[in-house]
């Protein structure tokens, strides 16, 4: 029994103590005085009976009534149900409350919104009202009861009844009531007990069934209608997941139920934090509590709650829900949340399903809110049952004795359920409800509930029922019920009596305030009360304990497929097979299914399989392999554990866990590898929550077979958190609840016994598991602590498992785990110190949980230390002999093939290649073989870095996988730590990135040590970034020179060469007029200098060994002997050559002027005076002298000044180039319009001459020499032409800005009314004016801001926006980043690589060089030289007018051609190859700014659009893109002619011709190379002589070179041509049988194979078809130029009776001219060719119309034609016979020709074909006999049909159709042997 109530006060409204007007609560009485022993009166009920403060009331207020919330120290509730009235106030308080004050706290109570009835009598004016509060103190919770109570003693007071009021109290006081579930009330005056306060009134109070559920009343019901369902819900994760909760209302009791129902909601989960239904006004700074609550405020201080910013909100009156930004709650898991909310609705709103019917049924009555609150409980039961379903199989028992001690293996529970990655179910795992759920119901002998039998027994019914709502609701009704009948017994005996005050009672003058009771007599009333009880026996509470049933196993809450990994029994049987053929010693068989293994072990399944396999191989703990086994088990392990989490929630890691410590193998006599030492490195050994399942599981496994009979103890190994074994009887739950049940009727003795047992059990655990710590935290080589600091670092584990393990242990552990950094600090202390602290902390964790005394675990504690200590030394010899061990198979070396003079740096350095983020190599989308991983070995030579290994997934074959690329083409190198694709093992690698699109993304072998990977990361530095550029391969290929020293020829044949260098530097030493000097790095001059030429001292320097005579530079033409060898050597440069080819001006012997031109060659520049970087021999205007030209190059940056460099042959307009202008040039001259006085500066004087000069430019152009007319486009006003300025190639892209429209239509001056093109082509070629500028200047619009153009000028610019060369920089490197990216991207597909491509903005550079090349062009052919003056003059520049060029004069398209332009604009006019190119040290900071790469990505542009107008083809782009930057050959190294004389590079190759050593320039190579193989022809050369090209150049008409994005793993980049060669084919004839050739098909792998080399291609095949024949004829085949010149001759004189008009070549096509594609796939003669004659990859680009093809076909079989002359001659005689093949193979019909003029006997499948099967050469025929059948001849022919030939080499057997023909068949041949 229990008392009803514990204590009855009275309190009153008193004056504040500093008397502020504010009241204060004052206790007048209480009773009883005394404490109860039990129960100690709780402080602070002043404060709750007034919660928004005691304020006095102008008026009477009805009395109200609530139920406030205590809770004590011991976390007991103490319930307060406090009755308020209100009284007079006495004259005393009167004087102390003055008026004023009681208008102030009238406007307040308006504000706490007090309710008022308007009185018929008011009270007199001025009269006050102070309430007074009746308040029952009870552990109980009645509210019902407490109300009637209260109700009564008012009643008694106010109506003035005949009842003593003490007795009422006092009785109160005394009234016991049955306890909850106490021996299930067996009668109902137990159950339900009527109490009588002794005023006639009668009560029945029913206690509860069960004391567990909690009793709800109608709360719930209310909370849903207050709030809704989807407010409720966000409320209830709120709460589950520990967020802070604050109810809001103007009514206390609504906030007392709010918070009763939504702790209702928690069952059986309990609330464990802050719990305060109604907080008082003065307590309102609780709500700023760091921990969660649940807390009811009056809403009048919501403006107080405003500032709270992690709080959830619920307005109960205005049903809102407010969730902060900041907080985020968890919803519930899919499909638990939908199915709960559909539920929820058919309870709440049963109307709704009917709401569409057609005709619905009669309303059904709703049921009561008590049955409905009932209802939505059920559904939560539910709920809860279905979340937590099968919890009971994770529990770990550790103790029984004295005490359960029981922990929950949360890991395993979130990985069976399939719940890993929810967030709700893991915080809820984590909190403090479900701790205190798992200690109280985890117990497994106790009284069960509802929730219990629920969990156990209803799961499967809830599964069956999801889908149908009917039964669901059932479930719902049946479970109301049962909680229903909990809280109501005894429905039928609940009849109450109790007098109540009449209506507005409150309002009658009450003639005195509430008497003040007589403590004496209630206190022996009490008394009397509690001598009773003394007498009778205490109540017990009979609590009916049984064995809580576990229920099914658990099972996942959805049933996911796990995505690609489904294991199927095919991928186990394959785990199955694998480990078999291991321990059977069928190692290569175990090779063969151990990818498909690794593959498969991606599933949980097939990880499981293999634990439990390898569990069989296990004898007695232990299994001896030898060192391949142990390989493979090491391997399959670290596969299974790589894909585990740190918490190993599907308990893999602890399967494997006895298994690592069991396998192992002898490394030599008493030393003993385990496989521990091998799988160490994965995140899960170092997380602590891991390590306590894994204990509490092992303990739970040793404690039940303490008390089980060995007969039954069958499984104890039974893993942790796994299901046990069906055979198994009793679970370890079962076993304890058993010995819980016991355990009262043991002697002392034998539960001392008991207990004692299972301390050993857990302490001897505790030291096993110590050791199995330190077998896996400890590194094999503990020197090496790296391992354990790149292993997720343990500290940082620690730390955070915090979060994780504080619920469930002592505070004071938790403090201790923060104490230290765990293994942060590895680098100071040694890893023993930080391992010993790591399993210290495990052991004092689980030690203090399981209830290990202190003294064993001080003992552990002193054990630890030695434990790993002692492992170290056995480890110390382990790995020691370890590295003796030879390395297990791996694969031999294989050497790389080096070019003649490459010579090895570092022999190779065994790594595993790693797929770089390009699909093809490692399988990828394409779905070829997974050629990447791969392993074997990097190679550093003298010019490349070169890799050469195997794949690593044996199923791809014997595969070589080769990547390389030159030293020189290093773009950023960086370490980086990666996993080895065989063991899994973390080690340190390197990525190497290069500008020819390679990279190697290796990880070195643990066998490389770290002092050689950094060997060769300096070594590679060395030799990327030389000191000089000398030391490049370039130059010490082929020469003995020491490094740093000049390298000299060794045989000087040629002194005037030599002499003619030194001369030549000598003069130039005298013209800058310096004595010492020494070499330094290349500077242009800073911005400050470039008005003015260079002072004296900032000369750039040279240095020589000569003596140096100062002189000075006089221009003039008698020049001195060595000066005119210098000349005649100048002549020879190509940019001469070009100038005389153009018509530019001659030199004459004596370099007389020829006046009739109108410019001429000038040699003013011929020792480099002027401009460093220009060539010795410029063209300039004739009328200019050469001494005026150094005051005008003053204007431009770098001394560049205009030169021309082109002539068109038509338009006679001339293309110059310059340096951007200074700040003085230009803009002075277009701003000083008045003619300059005598007296002015050199700068000014400067600008008169650059006028000067720019006039002689325009009058040396024939068509405007005398011209008067004016000639610009500035007529046009900008406005009038703004609208149409952007079109066809003028026109910027619209992204980026480029050319404005503005200054587009001034230069394109066309008619407003020209129709646009699309596409960005060109405009029709009549798009310009007759008015037009005779000169314009393309600068920079930044250089030239506020210039004016002057219409008396007859020049005119143009500004234009261009990027600068660090935006090429910036541009290449996102460029290099999309094509290598260098890891897998995020999303597969083409998608990333196209936004990466874009956000290069690489193709939207390439659109504006087209752009503004082509724009120039229009200018010159339309009659208009062009001036191209942007940034130095080096890099922009340079790409434009060498783009016009080639657009502009189909010379430049040849080989030739192109040669010449490059050597001409790129070389001579100074494009800084080395500064760009970065190639040497001092360039290192600038890094690699490809310009040149940038320019042959255009002619690639060009060249896709028009493929008939170049000679060379697409791959000698790409072979100059990779030497140029590969230094391989000195043609692109240094800066300028200047430079490349100073080190006796520029003349060298007319010395002695080296024969065969290696070449020195690249065009040399290119020359030599084409002698040998058409590589660098382009078949489809057809050119129209006049065609200038306009191409496309929107970015949509461009195209992403296939030289980034290519690769051939086979052999490496094919550039290096001696490298890249196959293994050359057997010819046809050396077939021992004579018979058909087999096919030559073969399969092509993306990435693998040279996709271009290995495609059929016609006309290689042909021409290998001629060498072979000429081959035959004994004739020396010709060179294959000459043929393909002389078979294009007669197409051509062919192709004109045919009707066709135009010359043309193999292919006519029948797209436009200026836009022929490829479009024809020539396809004749089986694949493949032993020359590799095709390696433009041009073949593949689809198909055009049916017509050009066949056009194709006919020029083909012309071609064929040429070579078989007239069938006369050619075939003598032909006719089918039977030929019998080589031994064992059968008779077969061909086709046979006699060749009387090849002397030869040829066969052919049938009479058409044109492709020879075999041929005999007549020559070694010996003789023609009569022959026999043999087997297999035909069966119908005469036997004289037969004969034989006989050759030196073989007998042929023959067989004619009858006699009369093999009669003639051997005249024929008898005669061709005697004609011989």
Same mark, same amino acid.
């Given at each position: 029994?229990?008392r009803?109530?514990?204590?009855?006060?009275?309190?009153?409204f008193?004056? *504040?103590?500093?008397?502020?007007?504010?009241g204060?609560g004052?206790i007048?009485q !209480?009773?009883?005085?005394?404490?109860w022993?039990d129960?100690?009166?709780?402080q602070g009920?002043?404060?709750?009976?007034?919660?928004?403060?005691?304020?006095l009331?102008p008026?009477?207020?009805?009395?109200t009534?609530f139920?406030?919330?205590?809770?004590?120290?011991?976390?007991e509730r103490?319930?307060?149900?406090?009755?308020t009235?209100?009284?007079?106030?006495?004259p005393t308080?009167?004087?102390v409350?003055?008026t004023?004050?009681?208008?102030e706290?009238?406007e307040?109570?308006?504000? %706490?919104?007090?309710?008022?009835?308007l009185?018929?009598?008011p009270p007199q004016a001025?009269?006050?009202?102070?309430?007074?509060?009746?308040?029952l103190?009870s552990?109980?919770?009645h509210?019902?009861?407490?109300?009637?109570s209260l109700?009564?003693?008012?009643a008694?007071?106010v109506?003035?009844l005949n009842?003593c009021l003490?007795?009422?109290?006092?009785?109160?006081?005394t009234?016991?009531?049955?306890?909850?579930?106490g021996s299930?009330l067996d009668?109902?005056?137990?159950?339900a007990?009527?109490?009588s306060?002794?005023a006639g009134?009668?009560?029945?109070?029913?206690?509860?069934l069960?004391d567990?559920?909690p009793?709800s009343?109608?709360?719930?019901a209310?909370?849903?209608r207050?709030?809704?369902?989807?407010n409720?819900?966000?409320?209830?994760?709120?709460?589950l997941?520990e967020?802070k909760?604050?109810?809001l209302?103007?009514s206390?009791?609504?906030?007392?139920?709010?918070?009763r129902?939504?702790?209702?909601?928690?069952?059986p989960?309990r609330y464990s934090f802050t719990?305060v239904p109604?907080l008082?006004?003065?307590?309102?700074?609780?709500?700023?509590?760091p921990?969660?609550?649940?807390?009811?405020?009056?809403?009048a201080?919501?403006?107080e709650?405003?500032?709270?910013?992690d709080?959830i909100?619920?307005?109960?009156?205005?049903?809102?829900?407010?969730v902060p930004?900041?907080v985020h709650?968890?919803?519930?898991p899919?499909?638990?949340?939908?199915q709960? *909310?559909?539920?929820?609705?058919m309870v709440?709103?049963?109307?709704l399903e009917?709401?569409?019917?057609?005709f619905?049924p009669?309303?059904t009555?709703s049921?009561?809110?008590?049955?409905?609150?009932?209802e939505? !409980?059920?559904?939560?039961?539910?709920?809860?049952?279905?979340?937590l379903q099968?919890?009971?199989?994770c529990?770990?028992?550790?103790r029984?004795?004295?005490?359960?001690v029981? $922990?929950f293996?949360?890991?395993?529970f979130?990985g069976q359920?399939?719940?890993?990655?929810?967030?709700f179910?893991?915080?809820?795992?984590e909190?403090?409800?479900f701790?205190?759920?798992?200690?109280e119901r985890?117990v497994?002998y106790?009284?069960?509930?509802l929730?219990?039998?629920?969990?156990?027994h209803?799961v499967a019914?809830?599964?069956?029922?999801?889908n149908?709502?009917q039964? =669901?609701?059932?479930h719902v009704?049946?479970?109301?019920?049962?909680?229903?009948?909990?809280?109501?017994?005894y429905?039928?005996v609940a009849?109450?009596?109790?007098?109540?005050?009449?209506?507005?009672?409150?309002?009658?003058?009450?003639?005195?305030?509430?008497p003040?009771?007589?403590?004496?007599?209630?206190?022996w009333i009490?008394?009397q009360?509690?001598a009773?009880?003394q007498?009778?026996?205490p109540?017990v509470?009979a609590?009916?304990?049984?064995?809580?049933?576990?229920?099914?196993?658990?099972t996942?809450?959805?049933?996911?497929?796990?995505?690609?990994?489904?294991n199927?029994a095919?991928r186990?049987?394959?785990v199955?097979?694998?480990?078999?053929?291991?321990?059977?010693?069928?190692m290569?068989e175990?090779k063969?299914l151990?990818?498909?293994?690794?593959?498969?072990?991606?599933?949980r399944?097939?990880?499981?399989?293999l634990?439990?396999?390898?569990?069989?191989h296990?004898?007695?703990?232990?299994?001896v392999?030898d060192?391949?086994?142990?390989?493979?088990?090491?391997?399959?392990?670290?596969?299974?554990l790589q894909?585990?989490?740190?918490?190993?929630e599907?308990?893999i890691?602890?399967?494997?866990l006895?298994?690592?410590t069991?396998?192992?193998?002898?490394?030599?006599p008493?030393?003993t590898?385990?496989?521990?030492?091998?799988?160490?490195?994965?995140?899960? @050994?170092?997380?602590?929550?891991?390590?306590?399942a894994?204990?509490? %599981?092992d303990?739970?496994?040793?404690?039940r077979?303490?008390?089980?009979?060995?007969s039954?103890d069958?499984?104890?190994?039974?893993?942790?958190?796994?299901?046990?074994?069906?055979e198994?009887e009793?679970s370890?739950?079962?076993?304890?609840?058993?010995?819980r049940r016991?355990?009262?009727t043991?002697?002392?003795?034998k539960?001392?016994?008991?207990?004692?047992?299972?301390e050993?059990t857990?302490?001897?655990q505790a030291?096993?598991?110590?050791n199995?710590m330190s077998?896996?935290?400890l590194p094999?080589?503990?020197?090496?602590s790296?391992?354990?600091?790149? !292993?997720a670092?343990?500290?940082?584990?620690?730390?955070?498992?915090?979060?994780?393990?504080?619920n469930?242990m002592?505070?004071?552990v938790?403090?201790?785990?923060?104490t230290e950094?765990?293994?942060?600090?590895?680098e100071?202390c040694?890893?023993?110190?930080a391992?010993?602290r790591?399993?210290?902390?495990f052991v004092?964790k689980v030690c203090?949980?399981?209830?290990v005394t202190?003294?064993?675990?001080?003992?552990?504690?002193?054990m630890v230390?030695?434990i790993?200590?002692?492992h170290?030394?056995?480890?110390?010899a382990?790995h020691?002999?370890s590295?003796r061990?030879p390395?297990?198979?791996?694969?031999?070396?294989l050497?790389?093939?080096?070019l003649p003079?490459?010579?090895?740096?570092?022999?190779g350095? +065994?790594?595993y290649l790693?797929?770089?983020?390009?699909?093809?190599?490692?399988g990828g989308s394409?779905?070829?073989?997974?050629?990447?991983?791969?392993e074997?070995?990097?190679?550093?030579?003298?010019?490349?870095?070169i890799?050469?290994?195997?794949?690593t997934?044996?199923l791809v074959?014997?595969?070589v996988?080769?990547?390389?690329?030159?030293?020189a083409?290093?773009?950023?190198e960086? !370490?980086?730590?990666v996993q080895?694709?065989?063991?899994q093992?973390?080690?340190?690698g390197l990525?190497?990135r290069?500008c020819?699109?390679q990279?190697?993304?290796?990880?070195?072998d643990?066998?490389?040590?770290s002092?050689?990977a950094?060997l060769?990361r300096?070594?590679?530095h060395?030799?990327r970034?030389?000191?000089?550029?000398?030391?490049?391969?370039a130059?010490?290929l082929g020469?003995?020179h020491?490094?740093g020293r000049p390298?000299?020829?060794?045989?000087?044949?040629?002194?005037?060469?030599?002499?003619?260098?030194r001369n030549?530097?000598?003069?130039a030493?005298?013209t800058?007029?310096?004595?010492?000097?020494?070499r330094?790095?290349?500077?242009?001059p800073?911005w400050?200098?470039?008005?003015?030429?260079p002072?004296?001292?900032q000369e750039d320097?040279?240095s020589?060994?000569?003596e140096l005579?100062?002189s000075?530079?006089?221009?003039?033409?008698?020049?001195?002997?060595?000066d005119?060898?210098?000349?005649?050597?100048?002549?020879?440069?190509?940019?001469?050559r070009d100038?005389q080819?153009l018509?530019?001006?001659?030199?004459?012997?004596s370099?007389?002027r020829?006046?009739?031109?109108p410019?001429?060659i000038?040699?003013?520049?011929?020792?480099?005076?002027?401009?460093?970087?220009?060539?010795g021999?410029?063209i300039?205007?004739?009328?200019?002298?050469d001494?005026?030209?150094?005051?005008?190059?003053r204007?431009y940056?770098?001394?560049?000044?205009?030169?021309?460099?082109?002539?068109?042959?038509r338009?006679k307009?001339?293309?110059l180039?310059?340096?951007?202008?200074?700040g003085k040039g230009?803009?002075?001259?277009?701003k000083?319009?008045?003619a300059?006085?005598?007296?002015q500066?050199?700068?000014?004087?400067?600008?008169?001459?650059q006028?000067?000069?720019?006039q002689?430019?325009?009058?040396?152009m024939?068509r405007?020499?005398?011209?008067?007319g004016?000639?610009?486009?500035?007529g046009?006003?900008?406005a009038h032409m703004?609208s149409h300025g952007?079109r066809?190639?003028?026109?910027?892209?619209?992204?980026?800005?480029?050319?404005?429209?503005?200054?587009?239509s001034?230069l394109?001056g066309?008619d407003?009314?020209s129709?646009?093109?699309?596409?960005?082509?060109?405009p029709?070629?009549?798009?310009?004016?007759?008015?037009?500028a005779?000169?314009?200047?393309i600068?920079?619009?930044?250089?030239?801001?506020?210039?004016?153009?002057d219409p008396l000028?007859q020049w005119?610019l143009?500004p234009i926006?261009v990027?600068?060369? $660090?935006?090429?920089?910036?541009s290449?490197?996102k460029l290099?980043k999309?094509?290598?990216?260098?890891?897998?991207?995020t999303e597969?597909?083409p998608?990333s690589?196209?936004?990466?491509?874009?956000?290069?903005?690489w193709?939207?550079q390439?659109h504006?060089?087209?752009?503004?090349?082509?724009?120039?062009?229009?200018?010159?052919?339309?009659?208009?030289?062009?001036l191209?003056?942007?940034?130095?003059?080096?890099?922009?520049?340079?790409q434009?007018?060498s783009?016009v060029q080639l657009?502009?004069?189909?010379f430049?398209r040849?080989?030739?051609?192109? +040669?010449?332009?490059?050597?001409?604009?790129?070389?001579s006019?100074?494009?800084?190859?080395?500064h760009r190119?970065?190639?040497t040290?001092? %360039?290192?900071?600038s890094?690699?700014?490809?310009v040149?790469?940038q320019f042959?990505?255009?002619?690639y542009?060009?060249h896709?659009?028009f493929?008939m107008?170049?000679?060379f083809?697409q791959?000698y782009?790409?072979f100059l893109?990779y030497?140029?930057?590969s $230094?391989?050959?000195r043609?692109f190294?240094?800066?300028?002619?200047?430079?490349r004389i100073?080190?006796?590079?520029?003349?060298e190759?007319?010395?002695e $011709?080296r024969?065969q050593?290696a070449?020195?320039?690249? @065009?040399?190579?290119?020359e030599?190379?084409?002698?040998?193989?058409?590589?660098?022809y382009?078949y489809?050369?057809?050119?129209?002589?006049?065609?200038?090209?306009?191409?496309y150049?929107?970015?949509?008409n461009l195209?992403?070179?296939?030289?980034?994005?290519?690769?051939?793993?086979?052999?490496g980049?094919?550039?290096?041509?001696?490298?890249?060669?196959?293994?050359?084919?057997?010819?046809?004839?050396?077939?021992?049988?004579g018979?058909a050739?087999?096919?030559?098909r073969r399969?092509?792998?993306?990435?693998y194979d040279?996709r271009p080399?290995?495609?059929?291609?016609?006309?290689?095949?042909l021409?290998e078809?001629?060498?072979?024949?000429?081959?035959?004829?004994g004739?020396?085949?010709?060179?294959?130029?000459?043929?393909?010149?002389?078979?294009?001759?007669?197409q051509?004189l062919?192709?004109?009776p045919?009707?066709?008009?135009?010359?043309?070549s193999l292919?006519v096509?029948?797209?436009?001219h200026?836009?022929?594609?490829?479009?024809v796939y020539?396809q004749?003669?089986p694949v493949g060719?032993?020359l590799?004659?095709?390696?433009?990859?041009?073949?593949s680009?689809?198909s055009?119309t049916?017509?050009s093809?066949?056009?194709?076909?006919r020029s083909?079989?012309?071609?064929?034609s040429?070579?078989?002359?007239?069938?006369?001659?050619? +075939?003598?005689?032909?006719g089918?016979l039977?030929k019998?093949?080589?031994?064992?193979?059968? @008779?077969k019909?061909?086709?046979f020709?006699?060749d009387?003029?090849?002397?030869q006997?040829?066969?052919y499948d049938?009479?058409?074909?044109t492709?020879c099967?075999?041929?005999i050469d007549?020559a070694? =025929?010996?003789a023609?006999?009569?022959?026999?059948?043999t087997?297999?001849?035909?069966?119908?022919?005469d036997?004289k049909a037969f004969?034989?030939?006989?050759?030196?080499?073989r007998?042929?057997?023959?067989?004619?159709?009858d006699?009369p023909?093999?009669?003639q068949w051997v005249?024929?041949?008898?005669?061709?042997l005697?004609?011989?």
């Amino acid at each position: 029994m229990a008392r009803l109530a514990d204590y009855f006060v009275l309190v009153a409204f008193g004056p *504040h103590p500093r008397g502020s007007g504010e009241g204060q609560g004052q206790i007048l009485q !209480r009773f009883p005085e005394k404490d109860w022993e039990d129960n100690p009166f709780p402080q602070g009920i002043e404060l709750f009976c007034q919660p928004s403060g005691w304020q006095l009331c102008p008026e009477r207020n009805p009395p109200t009534f609530f139920v406030a919330v205590l809770t004590d120290i011991n976390s007991e509730r103490h319930y307060c149900a406090c009755l308020t009235f209100w009284e007079p106030v006495e004259p005393t308080q009167e004087a102390v409350c003055t008026t004023e004050d009681a208008m102030e706290r009238e406007e307040e109570a308006d504000e %706490g919104g007090r309710v008022r009835l308007l009185t018929a009598a008011p009270p007199q004016a001025g009269q006050l009202f102070a309430p007074k509060t009746l308040v029952l103190v009870s552990r109980l919770d009645h509210t019902e009861v407490f109300r009637n109570s209260l109700g009564l003693i008012y009643a008694i007071h106010v109506e003035g009844l005949n009842v003593c009021l003490e007795n009422v109290i006092g009785n109160l006081l005394t009234c016991t009531v049955p306890l909850a579930g106490g021996s299930q009330l067996d009668s109902v005056e137990e159950g339900a007990r009527t109490i009588s306060l002794g005023a006639g009134d009668r009560q029945v109070i029913q206690t509860p069934l069960a004391d567990s559920l909690p009793v709800s009343r109608c709360s719930v019901a209310l909370l849903f209608r207050q709030l809704g369902i989807t407010n409720v819900l966000s409320l209830f994760c709120a709460a589950l997941t520990e967020h802070k909760v604050l109810f809001l209302s103007r009514s206390y009791q609504r906030l007392a139920d709010a918070c009763r129902g939504l702790l209702a909601l928690l069952f059986p989960l309990r609330y464990s934090f802050t719990y305060v239904p109604i907080l008082p006004a003065q307590l309102l700074e609780v709500l700023s509590t760091p921990t969660p609550f649940i807390i009811g405020v009056n809403a009048a201080f919501q403006a107080e709650t405003q500032e709270l910013l992690d709080v959830i909100v619920a307005d109960l009156d205005g049903g809102t829900v407010t969730v902060p930004e900041c907080v985020h709650i968890p919803p519930l898991p899919e499909p638990l949340q939908s199915q709960t *909310h559909n539920v929820l609705s058919m309870v709440l709103d049963p109307e709704l399903e009917l709401a569409d019917l057609a005709f619905p049924p009669p309303t059904t009555s709703s049921s009561s809110l008590k049955m409905q609150d009932k209802e939505l !409980r059920a559904v939560f039961l539910r709920l809860f049952a279905q979340l937590l379903q099968g919890y009971r199989w994770c529990l770990h028992i550790v103790r029984i004795h004295p005490e359960p001690v029981i $922990r929950f293996h949360k890991a395993a529970f979130l990985g069976q359920r399939g719940l890993v990655e929810d967030d709700f179910l893991m915080k809820v795992l984590e909190g403090m409800a479900f701790a205190g759920f798992v200690s109280e119901r985890g117990v497994p002998y106790r009284p069960t509930d509802l929730f219990d039998e629920l969990v156990a027994h209803e799961v499967a019914r809830m599964r069956a029922d999801e889908n149908n709502p009917q039964r =669901v609701l059932r479930h719902v009704q049946e479970l109301a019920e049962q909680l229903y009948k909990n809280e109501n017994p005894y429905p039928a005996v609940a009849m109450h009596k109790v007098h109540r005050p009449g209506e507005a009672s409150h309002l009658r003058r009450v003639p005195r305030p509430f008497p003040r009771l007589n403590e004496g007599t209630v206190q022996w009333i009490v008394d009397q009360a509690a001598a009773k009880m003394q007498g009778a026996p205490p109540a017990v509470k009979a609590e009916r304990r049984t064995t809580v049933p576990s229920g099914p196993p658990m099972t996942a809450i959805l049933e996911r497929c796990s995505g690609p990994h489904v294991n199927s029994a095919r991928r186990l049987e394959v785990v199955r097979n694998c480990i078999s053929y291991v321990f059977e010693g069928k190692m290569l068989e175990a090779k063969k299914l151990l990818p498909a293994v690794l593959r498969a072990l991606k599933g949980r399944a097939a990880r499981r399989c293999l634990a439990q396999e390898l569990h069989l191989h296990v004898q007695q703990n232990r299994a001896v392999l030898d060192h391949q086994q142990f390989d493979f088990v090491v391997r399959m392990m670290n596969c299974c554990l790589q894909d585990c989490t740190s918490l190993d929630e599907h308990g893999i890691a602890a399967a494997l866990l006895p298994l690592v410590t069991a396998f192992c193998r002898k490394l030599s006599p008493g030393v003993t590898q385990f496989a521990y030492s091998c799988v160490q490195e994965h995140v899960v @050994w170092s997380t602590p929550q891991f390590w306590e399942a894994m204990f509490y %599981g092992d303990v739970q496994t040793h404690i039940r077979a303490l008390y089980l009979e060995p007969s039954e103890d069958q499984a104890p190994s039974q893993e942790a958190g796994e299901a046990p074994s069906q055979e198994d009887e009793r679970s370890a739950l079962d076993v304890a609840s058993e010995q819980r049940r016991l355990w009262p009727t043991l002697s002392r003795e034998k539960q001392q016994e008991l207990v004692q047992k299972e301390e050993s059990t857990v302490f001897s655990q505790a030291i096993h598991y110590a050791n199995r710590m330190s077998y896996l935290l400890l590194p094999l080589d503990s020197s090496k602590s790296r391992l354990l600091r790149e !292993r997720a670092g343990l500290g940082d584990l620690e730390s955070a498992s915090n979060s994780l393990v504080t619920n469930s242990m002592a505070g004071s552990v938790a403090e201790s785990y923060d104490t230290e950094s765990g293994f942060e600090d590895a680098e100071t202390c040694d890893v023993a110190g930080a391992v010993v602290r790591f399993i210290n902390r495990f052991v004092d964790k689980v030690c203090t949980e399981s209830g290990v005394t202190s003294d064993h675990l001080k003992g552990l504690h002193v054990m630890v230390p030695d434990i790993v200590q002692m492992h170290i030394e056995t480890l110390e010899a382990v790995h020691r002999e370890s590295k003796r061990l030879p390395p297990i198979q791996k694969p031999k070396l294989l050497r790389p093939r080096l070019l003649p003079g490459e010579e090895c740096l570092l022999d190779g350095l +065994r790594v595993y290649l790693l797929p770089d983020g390009r699909e093809e190599g490692a399988g990828g989308s394409a779905g070829g073989p997974a050629l990447l991983p791969a392993e074997g070995a990097v190679f550093l030579t003298t010019y490349r870095v070169i890799f050469t290994g195997m794949p690593t997934d044996p199923l791809v074959g014997e595969q070589v996988v080769v990547r390389s690329f030159p030293v020189a083409a290093l773009t950023k190198e960086k !370490r980086i730590s990666v996993q080895t694709p065989v063991d899994q093992l973390l080690q340190d690698g390197l990525q190497l990135r290069s500008c020819t699109f390679q990279l190697l993304k290796m990880a070195f072998d643990e066998e490389v040590g770290s002092d050689s990977a950094e060997l060769f990361r300096k070594q590679l530095h060395k030799l990327r970034y030389p000191s000089d550029i000398r030391d490049t391969f370039a130059f010490t290929l082929g020469s003995s020179h020491t490094s740093g020293r000049p390298s000299r020829v060794t045989k000087d044949k040629s002194p005037s060469f030599r002499t003619f260098s030194r001369n030549l530097v000598k003069n130039a030493k005298k013209t800058m007029g310096r004595q010492y000097v020494t070499r330094k790095k290349y500077n242009p001059p800073g911005w400050e200098h470039r008005g003015q030429p260079p002072p004296e001292d900032q000369e750039d320097e040279i240095s020589v060994s000569e003596e140096l005579e100062p002189s000075t530079l006089t221009p003039s033409s008698a020049l001195k002997p060595s000066d005119r060898m210098t000349m005649s050597s100048l002549v020879e440069r190509a940019c001469c050559r070009d100038y005389q080819r153009l018509g530019l001006g001659t030199l004459s012997s004596s370099l007389s002027r020829a006046k009739s031109e109108p410019f001429r060659i000038s040699p003013v520049n011929r020792m480099y005076a002027i401009c460093r970087s220009y060539p010795g021999l410029l063209i300039v205007p004739q009328s200019i002298q050469d001494n005026a030209l150094q005051r005008v190059s003053r204007c431009y940056r770098q001394n560049r000044f205009p030169v021309v460099c082109w002539r068109s042959g038509r338009s006679k307009a001339v293309l110059l180039r310059s340096g951007g202008l200074h700040g003085k040039g230009v803009v002075g001259l277009f701003k000083a319009q008045n003619a300059p006085s005598p007296g002015q500066s050199q700068a000014d004087s400067s600008s008169l001459e650059q006028e000067k000069y720019l006039q002689a430019v325009v009058s040396s152009m024939p068509r405007y020499a005398d011209a008067s007319g004016r000639n610009t486009l500035s007529g046009f006003s900008s406005a009038h032409m703004g609208s149409h300025g952007k079109r066809g190639s003028v026109r910027a892209s619209g992204r980026s800005g480029g050319l404005g429209a503005d200054v587009g239509s001034r230069l394109a001056g066309r008619d407003v009314l020209s129709p646009p093109q699309a596409n960005g082509a060109p405009p029709d070629p009549g798009f310009l004016r007759p008015q037009r500028a005779a000169l314009y200047i393309i600068g920079d619009k930044a250089q030239l801001k506020g210039v004016r153009p002057d219409p008396l000028q007859q020049w005119e610019l143009v500004p234009i926006e261009v990027f600068e060369a $660090r935006q090429v920089k910036a541009s290449f490197k996102k460029l290099l980043k999309a094509c290598v990216p260098g890891c897998l991207a995020t999303e597969p597909g083409p998608a990333s690589f196209l936004r990466s491509l874009e956000d290069s903005e690489w193709l939207i550079q390439i659109h504006k060089l087209l752009q503004i090349s082509v724009l120039v062009v229009e200018l010159l052919d339309s009659g208009s030289s062009v001036l191209v003056s942007l940034e130095d003059g080096w890099d922009i520049t340079t790409q434009v007018v060498s783009l016009v060029q080639l657009l502009s004069d189909p010379f430049y398209r040849t080989l030739e051609g192109f +040669r010449l332009l490059v050597e001409k604009e790129w070389l001579s006019f100074g494009h800084r190859f080395s500064h760009r190119g970065a190639h040497t040290l001092a %360039g290192q900071s600038s890094g690699l700014t490809p310009v040149f790469l940038q320019f042959l990505d255009c002619v690639y542009q060009v060249h896709l659009q028009f493929p008939m107008e170049f000679e060379f083809s697409q791959f000698y782009l790409k072979f100059l893109g990779y030497h140029h930057a590969s $230094r391989r050959f000195r043609t692109f190294l240094l800066d300028s002619d200047y430079e490349r004389i100073e080190l006796g590079l520029l003349y060298e190759e007319k010395g002695e $011709r080296r024969g065969q050593l290696a070449c020195r320039s690249v @065009w040399e190579y290119v020359e030599r190379l084409s002698k040998r193989t058409p590589v660098f022809y382009n078949y489809m050369y057809a050119p129209e002589d006049t065609e200038v090209l306009r191409p496309y150049s929107n970015v949509s008409n461009l195209k992403v070179w296939d030289f980034y994005t290519e690769e051939t793993l086979s052999e490496g980049p094919p550039y290096d041509w001696e490298l890249a060669q196959g293994p050359p084919e057997p010819p046809e004839e050396e077939r021992p049988d004579g018979g058909a050739p087999q096919s030559r098909r073969r399969v092509v792998w993306p990435c693998y194979d040279s996709r271009p080399r290995v495609q059929p291609d016609a006309i290689s095949r042909l021409l290998e078809e001629l060498q072979r024949l000429e081959t035959e004829l004994g004739r020396p085949p010709e060179r294959w130029k000459d043929t393909w010149d002389r078979v294009k001759a007669a197409q051509r004189l062919e192709g004109r009776p045919d009707g066709r008009g135009t010359p043309s070549s193999l292919l006519v096509s029948s797209v436009p001219h200026h836009r022929r594609s490829l479009g024809v796939y020539l396809q004749e003669g089986p694949v493949g060719s032993t020359l590799s004659l095709s390696l433009d990859s041009d073949q593949s680009s689809g198909s055009t119309t049916s017509s050009s093809r066949q056009a194709a076909r006919r020029s083909t079989s012309t071609l064929y034609s040429q070579f078989q002359t007239a069938e006369s001659e050619n +075939r003598s005689y032909e006719g089918t016979l039977y030929k019998k093949g080589a031994f064992m193979k059968p @008779w077969k019909a061909r086709w046979f020709v006699l060749d009387k003029t090849k002397h030869q006997l040829r066969y052919y499948d049938h009479r058409v074909d044109t492709e020879c099967k075999g041929v005999i050469d007549l020559a070694e =025929v010996e003789a023609v006999a009569p022959g026999t059948p043999t087997m297999g001849a035909p069966k119908t022919v005469d036997e004289k049909a037969f004969f034989d030939v006989k050759t030196t080499r073989r007998v042929y057997n023959f067989c004619a159709q009858d006699v009369p023909s093999a009669q003639q068949w051997v005249d024929r041949i008898q005669s061709c042997l005697s004609d011989a």
